[in-house]
């Protein structure tokens, strides 16, 4: 239901309403939108847009892509389901270390944008 829009100024031009993880903003405008309120992994994670839209802000995102987001990319062809990952990687997937982490990454980005 979405439309994709091009705007050109001064020769530059942008596609209005990039989404949430592709656009730039100064500190002192997003700092209006947090604390984020992210208690669920990737489920509120349209809430800054629709915050966004609301406050009236147009969200710019260049014409060519110039990142890759990496939720979007597939699993390597070469492996194969009945590989076994390796142990290091079992011990970074371990949940506990998982959630550990996770705590220690939103202290840091609580004290990083604490008002």
């Known amino acids: 239901s979405r439309q994709d829009t091009r705007l050109t100024r001064q020769g530059v031009q942008a596609l209005i309403g990039a989404a949430h993880f592709q656009f730039t903003v100064r500190k002192s405008v997003i700092q209006a939108f947090l604390p984020f309120k992210m208690d669920r992994p990737m489920g509120q994670v349209r809430a800054l847009d629709d915050q966004m839209n609301a406050a009236g802000w147009l969200r710019l995102a260049t014409c060519e892509p110039l990142v890759r ?47």
């Open 69 to 115: 987001h990496m939720g979007n990319t597939l699993p390597d062809a070469q492996k194969t389901a009945r590989q076994q990952p390796a142990a290091r990687q079992r011990i970074w997937d371990a949940p506990v270390l998982r959630r550990l982490l996770l705590r220690i990454y939103d202290a840091i980005f609580r004290l990083y944008y604490a008002r």
